[in-house]
């Protein structure tokens, strides 16, 4: 029998060398004599070890990693010497059995049980693990049963905002319309988060189910995925996707032969955050300039070319073949308190082991940093860890004591977000970070609301006049001041959550402001 | 039969053609003139407007909107540099500073020889192994100032 080989297709290993790592198996195996097949599969997200090469063996993959070119002929002798003979590997990069990694072992992947696994758009290979049986069983029910066991699961949204997904299905699904939208947010922006372009590179099929069930819920006959275009791989591997599964007849006029239509097509952004908002996408998707709209109507209401629309997120449509497949009790049963199911969290910035670590919600910041960073990259002390995207608080590190969770993060003024982590050393200014949050919001504001587009700019102004020593504390009042103003006088979360990250660093870093804690209290 | 010449309007206008009756048309129009050309012409911006029935001005306002749309040619090479937080916490603010230098250019602007234009860019997902530059449509991770000046240099040979 053929062993096969696998090497990832996904974007972080590409960027570490994964395309060369694998020319360079090609090579080797075309000037040898072995029955191997190489394999472009997607990647299990533990992206210190990427590329990780993995081999199939009879009691699962066996993995090494992280691979360069110049590893392979010493792999391909281990691999030919003792895998193939069905002894231990025996090399630098051995990681044994994958599934014994314990990064992985640690986890609950709900949503990211086939990531790494499959090859990507194999159509069988998707099948055989499981999908579109969510599907086939939401085929057999009331438009109002699929919903009724989306609002069972708890699932809430997981672009950042967490509505619950199943009472915005619901309100699609009872509004009379002639025509309705399912829309993907997949315009991932927030810095230190990546798990919706894993999810669409390398579990395409599963957004693609997640959206179709979507449709039929509601009666939308069409989708649109909105990628930002900083993601080539993404959009490459959903273009193949969508053509195997219209192929099948997954999409299209007869959906599995039951008569429901359900088209989709991806549509790209262009570097723009602001689009990640979802009224902004809509207008974006409808070929304007992406200002944000004011609500109501909501776009549940009033939404795509102002038709009744659902706009969700990317893990929040991928969460759905699993709760349809398995029942809202399977997923519910994860979690703590209003925050139901697993929350794919994404450990970034300076860490020696980032990488995708879906959990049930309810552990604590720190049991994850603890368990799972391996420490700082550069094995300084860290200073802050910003959760939640550019627009989440920055935590100093006596306060990583606080449960993942969202209600526990709102109470302490932070934002969980899209479960975005980035860790930061101890060689972190804090108040050139409070300076970015404030430029972001600069170059991003859709310009709408005076605060966002001129408040950020004077925000800059003011932080380097803190910086420079002028009436250092008139200014401290007026960026509080600032911040206030932003908070009530912007209709989106671009200008009214730019001072949470801002708040955080004078607050609890008030050194890098040259204050004295009791200073920093202006609340 | 009919002989037809191609020039770049010509594929401007099938272009427009083969899209305009999407829903939504313009992005995808915006996206798929800017991949063929390099950027957005202003002959191009008119043929846009007349068949989409809006102004010039409505088309302009819509790709002064968006970062990713030009109106000018690109370097044969687009470096983005990612700004955002993840990557700076693993460096890329000292990165930025060498990119500039190395290249002796600020960000939105060409090296003379045409060869090169640097940007930057709000986050390429590739947060755990920053800092990352995108070129073209190529992710770069874990780059360092050396790593930088090596792959610059790689290109450069490629281009002679």
């Known amino acids: 029998m053929t062993t096969k080989i696998f090497i990832p297709r996904e974007s972080t290993a590409i960027s570490l060398g994964a395309h060369e790592v694998a020319q360079a198996f090609t090579h080797y195996l075309s000037n040898h004599d072995i029955d191997l097949k190489i394999i472009r599969n997607g990647s299990r997200g533990l992206f210190w070890l990427e590329p990780m090469v993995e081999v199939e063996t009879t009691q699962g993959r066996m993995a090494y990693g992280p691979v360069t070119s110049a590893d392979v002929a010493s792999i391909m002798e281990d691999i030919s010497q003792n895998i193939l003979h069905e002894k231990p590997q025996s090399h630098a990069l051995a990681l044994g059995l994958t599934e014994n990694i314990a990064y992985l072992k640690k986890q609950t992947r709900l949503t990211f049980a086939r990531a790494g696994i499959t090859d990507p758009v194999s159509l069988d290979e998707y099948l055989a693990l499981d999908g579109f049986k969510g599907l086939q069983k939401s085929l057999a029910?009331?438009?109002?049963?699929?919903?009724?066991?989306?609002?069972?699961?708890?699932?809430?949204?997981?672009?950042?905002?967490?509505?619950?997904?199943?009472?915005?299905?619901?309100?699609?699904?009872?509004?009379?319309?002639?025509?309705?939208?399912?829309?993907?947010?997949?315009?991932?922006?927030?810095?230190?988060?990546?798990?919706?372009?894993?999810?669409?590179?390398?579990?395409?099929?599963?957004?693609?189910?997640?959206?179709?069930?979507?449709?039929?819920?509601?009666?939308?006959?069409?989708?649109?995925?909105?990628?930002?275009?900083?993601?080539?791989?993404?959009?490459?591997?959903?273009?193949?996707?969508?053509?195997?599964?219209?192929?099948?007849?997954?999409?299209?006029?007869?959906?599995?032969?039951?008569?429901k239509t359900f088209n989709l097509e991806v549509r790209l952004g262009a570097e723009a955050y602001i689009c990640g908002e979802e009224t902004?996408?809509?207008?974006?998707?409808?070929?304007?300039?992406?200002?944000?709209?004011?609500?109501?109507?909501?776009?549940?209401?009033?939404?795509?070319?102002?038709?009744?629309?659902?706009?969700?997120?990317?893990?929040?449509?991928?969460?759905?073949?699993?709760?349809?497949?398995?029942?809202?009790q399977a997923y519910q049963q994860y979690g703590t308190n209003r925050s139901r199911g697993t929350l794919p969290f994404q450990l970034a910035g300076n860490v020696k082991q980032g990488g995708l670590i879906e959990l049930p919600f309810g552990s604590s910041l720190k049991d994850l940093i603890d368990n799972f960073s391996g420490g700082t990259a550069s094995n300084r002390p860290i200073k802050a860890i910003q959760v939640g995207g550019p627009l989440g608080a920055y935590l100093p590190s006596h306060k990583l004591d606080i449960p993942l969770d969202y209600e526990a993060f709102s109470k302490a003024s932070a934002v969980l977000g899209?479960?975005?982590?980035?860790?930061?050393?101890?060689?972190?200014d804090m108040l050139e970070q409070a300076r970015f949050s404030m430029e972001f919001c600069v170059v991003e504001s859709c310009g709408k609301c005076t605060p966002c587009r001129i408040g950020s700019t004077r925000g800059v102004e003011v932080i380097d006049r803190i910086k420079n020593d002028e009436r250092r504390a008139e200014n401290m009042i007026l960026l509080n001041d600032l911040c206030d103003t932003m908070i009530d006088g912007s209709l989106c979360a671009m200008g009214s959550m730019t001072p949470i990250p801002v708040r955080s660093a004078f607050t609890d870093f008030p050194q890098d402001f040259f204050l004295t804690t009791q200073e920093s209290n202006h609340d | 039969?009919?002989?037809?010449?191609?020039?770049?309007?010509?594929?401007?206008?099938?272009?427009?053609?083969?899209?305009?009756?999407?829903?939504?048309?313009?992005?995808?129009?915006?996206?798929?003139?800017?991949?063929?050309?390099?950027?957005?012409?202003?002959?191009?911006?008119?043929?846009?407007?007349?068949?989409?029935?809006?102004?010039?001005?409505?088309?302009?306002?819509?790709?002064?909107?968006?970062?990713?749309?030009?109106?000018?040619?690109?370097?044969?090479?687009?470096?983005?540099?990612?700004r955002a937080e993840a990557c700076q916490s693993r460096g890329s603010r000292q990165l930025e500073v060498h990119a500039k230098d190395f290249l002796a250019i600020d960000y939105h602007q060409m090296t003379n020889d045409k060869k090169f234009s640097l940007d930057s860019v709000y986050c390429l997902g590739n947060c755990a192994t920053g800092p990352n530059i995108r070129i073209n449509d190529d992710l770069y991770g874990r780059i360092s100032n050396q790593r930088f000046e090596e792959i610059l240099s790689n290109l450069d040979r490629e281009l002679k």
């Not at chain 1, 899209?418 to 972190?428: A, E, L």
Request: aromatic letters at 8%; proline letters at 5%.
């Open chain 1, 418 to 428: 899209h479960g975005g982590i980035v860790v930061f050393d101890d060689s972190v």
């Open chain 1, 141 to 259: 029910l009331s438009t109002q049963e699929i919903v009724t066991a989306v609002v069972d699961s708890g699932l809430r949204g997981r672009g950042g905002a967490a509505f619950p997904t199943g009472i915005k299905w619901q309100t699609v699904r009872d509004a009379t319309a002639d025509k309705k939208y399912i829309v993907c947010n997949a315009d991932e922006g927030d810095s230190g988060t990546f798990a919706d372009k894993l999810v669409m590179e390398c579990d395409p099929f599963m957004l693609i189910e997640g959206m179709i069930i979507a449709g039929l819920a509601v009666g939308a006959d069409q989708g649109y995925i909105y990628l930002r275009s900083e993601y080539p791989i993404a959009d490459e591997i959903l273009q193949q996707a969508i053509e195997i599964a219209s192929a099948a007849g997954y999409l299209g006029n007869n959906i599995c032969g039951s008569g």
């Open chain 1, 280 to 328: 902004a996408l809509l207008e974006s998707l409808e070929g304007k300039r992406g200002m944000v709209r004011f609500k109501p109507p909501l776009p549940a209401l009033e939404g795509l070319f102002a038709k009744p629309t659902i706009v969700n997120n990317v893990l929040s449509l991928a969460a759905i073949p699993f709760i349809m497949s398995e029942g809202s």
């Open chain 2, 1 to 82: 039969m009919k002989i037809e010449f191609s020039s770049p309007l010509s594929n401007v206008e099938n272009i427009i053609d083969s899209l305009k009756n999407k829903e939504g048309s313009l992005l995808p129009i915006l996206h798929a003139i800017q991949k063929d050309v390099g950027y957005i012409t202003p002959q191009a911006i008119e043929r846009i407007a007349t068949k989409l029935k809006q102004t010039p001005a409505e088309i302009h306002g819509v790709i002064s909107f968006y970062h990713q749309f030009r109106t000018s040619p690109p370097g044969k090479y687009q470096i983005q540099i990612c």
